[in-house]
């Protein structure tokens, strides 16, 4: 039976300030991406996201950014890439403390947001990011985008890694994410969603902006914990990889 990953960006809530649903998402995803305080989360909330992750049997991992928490980590930052190892060197230990503290095992890395799209296409980015996790822990995973210059680097540097598509993200023709700014950008439709994941685990395919079908391997797939359709895309991927004879597990 062909299994994926289903993956949610969690824990982004920060003081009084509430984003996304993660009590009510966690029991129906295999694996999350925890904040880690510079785009989104605070201490409590890395502690209660990490804490909830062990309730529902769900494998917790860092998703380190840009220290950008007014622009949400989506704002592209002319950072060195020793200041990017450096950022996710200190993202990952701050979450790796609670997960030791709960006792639970930290899994995987997943860059958030322009520090991921940047990394995607920037070699030395990648590199940065991977020497960090490398340094931190070389049995971590880092999750990244497919194709993407991330995974190109993880090879090099020996870390294990895993294909990470996007349910509710519409295709460049290079297999990069559209820009958010441009108008399509972000799959609202649930069944539209739907069914390009079902296509990308089943045939390892997915039709781009321009209309082309190209190539993607698909080991996890992420719905994003802010968008406001989050809940009921879980429910329902998970119902219909069911129908599909796919099995929902974690990578």
Do not use: W
Request: aromatic letters at 6%; proline letters at 3%.
């Amino acid at each position: 039976m062909p299994t994926i990953d289903l993956n949610c960006d969690l824990g982004e809530s920060f003081g009084a300030y509430k984003m996304g649903m993660d009590e009510e998402i966690l029991p129906f995803i295999t694996s999350a991406n925890i904040a880690c305080g510079f785009h989104g989360g605070d201490p409590l909330i890395m502690e209660r996201t990490v804490a909830l992750c062990k309730v529902h049997g769900v494998r917790p991992g860092a998703h380190p950014g840009f220290p950008d928490l007014n622009g949400f980590g989506r704002r592209n930052m002319n950072l060195s890439p020793k200041e990017v190892k450096a950022c996710v060197t200190y993202q990952i230990g701050a979450l790796k403390a609670f997960c030791d503290s709960a006792t639970i095992r930290l899994y995987h890395v997943k860059p958030h947001g322009a520090l991921y799209n940047m990394a995607a296409v920037d070699y030395k980015l990648a590199a940065a990011i991977c020497e960090a996790i490398h340094d931190v822990d070389d049995s971590l995973v880092l999750l990244a985008l497919s194709g993407s210059e991330m995974l190109r680097a993880a090879k090099e540097c020996g870390l294990f890694y895993a294909s990470e598509v996007f349910a509710d993200r519409a295709y460049e023709r290079d297999g990069t994410l559209v820009s958010r700014n441009q108008k399509g950008a972000v799959i609202e439709e649930k069944e539209a969603a739907v069914k390009q994941v079902v296509r990308m685990a089943k045939e390892g395919r997915v039709r781009a902006i321009n209309g082309e079908d190209i190539s993607i391997k698909a080991d996890s797939v992420c719905v994003h914990g802010d968008g406001r359709n989050a809940l009921s895309f879980v429910k329902r991927i998970r119902e219909e990889l069911a129908v599909k004879g796919i099995e929902v597990k974690g990578f």
